[in-house]
Each structure stands twice: as structure tokens, then as C-alpha cells.
């Protein structure tokens, strides 16, 4: 059957291929309401498929009511059912798309910050966590758990935290979150409305700028340098108070200043003057390669700070695990507003996570990990350093830290169709100043991250990038 085209080659199983070929046939008006399909053994004969693949195919069809079965006689058209302008690239749309994942994975290096080595992640450790937790666990580890997260994982995290970050807590201040961004979303719930206000550091993740923005607050901007937000430029105490500042103090996202003493506690002052909290977002700080990490700033005034933390990029974003530490009087409104986001997190990757924690596997992980992510900025560095050392103005900003570098390349400015050109180039890069709240002053400066980026690949991406900005 010459109209039907089957691929064995291609990543999509025969029976939606078939479904899906079928499907646009009818909807086309190739074939006419009341017409009468090939029969299932003489359809698989001539494709030469299992007929379990036909048969499978017709019925999908006729449970989404495109055909109609006739006792004794077989399948017809169903009536009513045509689409004006389907065309037959419908179908080769669903292939190309597969087909165009493939080939960018492969011939595409991307550079995209905040994403480990996935390839390290411990699949055999956790996955035997996971069967052990799933066979010895109690059966109210199968019902509905309680909003704030499991007792074992909130007191596993309260003393890590403590031991290797110095956050001041008990497991009473803690709620298990599905990752940061839930994190982030049940802070805005809980802490803004339309009309109020947050200081935020600028640049910040474009992410975090839609959440706070979608319940309608108003973003107060504050400058960031080399050394995070910029204090003394905090707005007045005599203005509308904010309902929080946003910062991210350990290691700024995206241009990687480190937040000094003198800073965080006029951060701390300007707090308690204008009576509002500050909200931590400590994202990738365990990964710091010239010192031991950074110390909270949670720790300095706990009755002050909300401290976001996740597994995401320590272990894998595929966990979605996070966590919130909360000053005590806002526990049990964000204990709420977590149930009725979505009950609970999972509780078996809670119990699972806590034993990962408990025996010592996790630290083992990061510092098996650290070693690799170090050499791995060490070869960007160097690699950036060696190709671009004779162009004037190029800068590599950040401390070493975290899973990604700026770069400033004066006098170049990163427009939609100079990243299209990187792009076609094969490397995927991203502008600093797409996560500007004010516009213009970081046009030049890119996000590379390495995390997830072989040395070699890491190598040829330095030379494609150079191949388009050395015009």
C-alpha cells in the first residue's frame, strides 16, 4: 500500500506510526465516510507487520471514533470527519521532531547553565535505596503524608544543613517542596498580592521574575556587581516597604558574585528597618572549587530568612526534590499552602533521598563530582583564555564556583541574530541579558555553563563560538 509509509528505523512505535497515517488519510478525505477498510491480515501482509500492530492501530481508531465496526462486514469511515487542509506533513512533522531532537543532541554543543553531569548520577546506589525503602518502608509511607514532608527526611536535612552550610533550624521549620521552582511559587502565594512589592537582584533568572510577577507584585530592581547586590543601592526605608528581597548571595546567578560580610548584614539591617523578610535562594553553592562552601546567610538572622535549597543540581532535576527553611511564625501558612498545591511530594523519594543522605552517599557524590566540575572549568577557562586572549575586552566574570562562567566580550552585543548564527554554528550559548530587569547593560555577556559539557565537547564548543565572533 504505496499511501502508507511505515520506518522501522525511526523511534516511534509501528502502531501509533500506523494510527497516525491512517488517521490523516480520514481526515484529508482520502477516504470517504462509509468506505470500507482493508481488513487487518491483508493490511499487515502488504506492510509486512505483526497483525497485532494493525489490529492495535484499528482499535485506536475506533475508540477515538474514526471508524465504525460493522458485525461480520469489518471496519468504514465513521461520518462527519474531515479536516479541511490536513495535509500528509502532519505526520512527517512527528518524525522530523524526533529526528530533530536526535541530530541537535548530537551535533549540537550546548552550553546550558545549571544542569549536572547526568551521566555520574549514582543509578545503582539509589536504585537499590529505592527497592530497599520500597520494600521495608511502613504502610503510611503509601497513603496520603502530611504537607511539610517526611519526619526522616526533614531531620536528615536540618542536620546537614547545619553541618555543611550552618543554617540554624529544627525539622519543625522545614517543608519539602517538588524542587525550587514550587519553592519559589508557594513563597509568592504566601507573601505577595497584587500590588505589593520585591527587591530583586538584576540580573535574576527570568524564571523567578514571572513567578513573582504573575500575582501581580511589583519588582523593585537593585544593581548587581562583582561582589552580588549592590546595598547601598537598596531603596529607601522611608518607601513602601517590600514584602521580601530576593537574593542569592552564595553564588549570584547569572554573574557569579559571592555576597561579603559587610553586605549581608546591611542586607540584614535593611531587613529588620523595613520589617520584611529575605529570601535565600542557595541553588548550586555546594559546588565551590578555591574554598570550602560559603556560609548561609540564614544562619546570621534565621528569624529573618527564608532559605530555598534543591537537589536539583546536585544529584539530578529529574528528583524534584527541594526544600524550604522557614522563619517559625510562617511554617504553618506555607504547611497550607503546600497542601493545596498538591497535597504532598512524593514520599517513597523522600524516604529513599533520606537514606541516601543518612549513609554518607551524597557527600561521597559531591566530592566525586566537584573534582570533575573543577576540571571541567578549568578546561572552559583555559580553552576561552587561549583563543580569545588577544580580543579587546574579554573578561571572565564569576567566582569559582557553581556549574557556569560569564563571559564579557566588550564591544559585542548578543542579538537574536548573532545567537542564531552561534547556533547554526552548532553552539548553544545564552545572554546574560535576557535575565535583565532593566535592559541594555549586559548585552555582551554571555552564560556558558559546563556542567553537563565533555572536556572535548567543551574544546570544539570554545572553537565554534570563535569561528562567529572572531568576524
Not at 523511534?11 to 482493508?38: H, S
Not at 539509589?126 to 496520603?144: E, H, M, N, T
Not at 571541567?376 to 562562567?405: D, K, M, N, P
Request: aromatic residues 8%; proline residues 5%.
Amino acid at each position: 500500500m504505496a499511501w502508507l509509509t511505515i520506518d522501522r528505523e525511526k523511534p516511534i512505535p509501528l502502531i501509533r506510526q500506523l494510527f497516525t497515517e491512517l488517521r490523516a488519510n480520514i481526515l484529508r478525505g482520502d477516504w470517504q465516510a462509509g468506505q470500507k477498510l482493508p481488513s487487518t491480515r491483508k493490511l499487515a501482509e502488504e506492510l509486512k507487520i505483526s497483525r497485532n500492530v494493525a489490529v492495535d492501530a484499528y482499535e485506536q481508531l475506533y475508540a477515538e471514533g474514526y471508524i465504525e465496526s460493522r458485525q461480520g462486514s469489518g471496519y468504514y469511515v465513521s461520518a462527519g470527519i474531515y479536516l479541511e487542509q490536513h495535509a500528509r506533513h502532519g505526520t512527517d512533522a512527528i518524525l522530523s521532531i524526533s529526528e530533530a531532537s536526535t541530530d541537535s543532541t548530537t551535533s549540537t554543543i550546548d552550553f546550558r547553565s545549571g544542569v549536572p553531569a547526568l551521566e555520574l548520577f549514582p543509578r545503582t546506589t539509589w536504585g537499590k535505596i529505592v527497592q530497599r525503602v520500597c520494600q521495608d518502608a511502613p504502610l503510611s509511607a503509601f497513603g496520603y503524608g502530611r504537607p511539610e514532608g517526611r519526619l526522616e527526611l526533614r531531620q536528615v536535612i536540618c542536620r546537614y544543613l547545619y553541618r555543611t552550610r550552618g543554617v540554624q533550624c529544627r525539622p519543625e521549620q522545614i517543608v519539602i517542596t517538588s524542587g525550587a521552582t514550587q519553592a519559589l511559587t508557594l513563597i509568592a502565594k504566601v507573601l505577595l498580592t497584587k500590588g505589593s512589592s520585591v527587591v530583586i537582584e538584576d540580573p535574576i533568572t527570568q524564571d523567578i521574575q514571572t513567578i513573582f510577577k504573575a500575582t501581580g507584585a511589583v519588582l523593585q530592581p537593585v544593581p548587581t556587581d562583582d561582589l552580588g547586590l549592590v546595598t547601598e543601592q537598596l531603596p529607601g526605608t522611608e518607601a513602601h516597604p517590600p514584602s521580601f528581597v530576593f537574593v542569592t548571595p552564595s553564588h549570584q546567578f547569572p554573574l557569579g558574585g559571592t555576597l561579603p560580610i559587610q553586605r549581608r548584614l546591611q542586607l540584614i539591617r535593611y531587613a529588620r528597618e523595613t520589617d520584611c523578610y529575605i529570601v535565600e535562594d542557595d541553588y548550586d553553592s555546594e559546588f565551590r572549587y578555591d574554598s570550602a562552601p560559603i556560609s548561609s546567610l540564614q544562619g546570621l538572622a534565621e528569624e529573618r530568612v527564608i532559605y530555598i535549597g534543591s537537589f536539583s543540581k546536585i544529584l539530578s532535576p529529574g528528583l524534584r526534590l527541594g526544600y524550604l527553611v522557614l522563619p517559625t511564625e510562617l511554617v504553618e501558612r506555607y504547611q497550607n499552602a503546600k497542601w493545596f498545591s498538591d497535597l504532598h511530594t512524593s514520599t517513597l523519594d523522600q524516604l529513599s533521598l533520606a537514606t541516601f543522605i543518612e549513609e554518607g552517599h551524597l557527600e561521597k557524590y559531591i566530592n566525586r563530582v566537584k573534582k570533575l566540575y573543577r576540571k571541567r572549568r578549568q578546561t572552559l577557562v583555559h580553552a576561552l583564555e587561549r583563543t580569545f586572549s588577544e580580543t579587546r575586552g574579554f573578561r571572565i566574570l564569576g567566582a569559582s564556583a557553581g556549574l557556569h562562567i560569564v563571559v564579557s566580550f566588550a564591544g559585542i552585543h548578543f542579538t537574536p541574530e548573532l545567537l542564531e548564527k552561534l547556533s547554526d554554528a552548532g553552539v548553544r550559548v545564552y545572554p546574560v541579558e535576557e535575565h535583565a530587569i532593566c535592559p541594555g547593560r549586559h548585552t555582551d555577556k554571555l552564560i556558558i555553563g559546563y556542567g553537563n559539557v565533555s572536556e572535548e565537547k567543551i574544546e570544539e564548543g570554545v572553537k565554534r563560538l570563535y569561528s562567529v565572533l572572531s568576524f
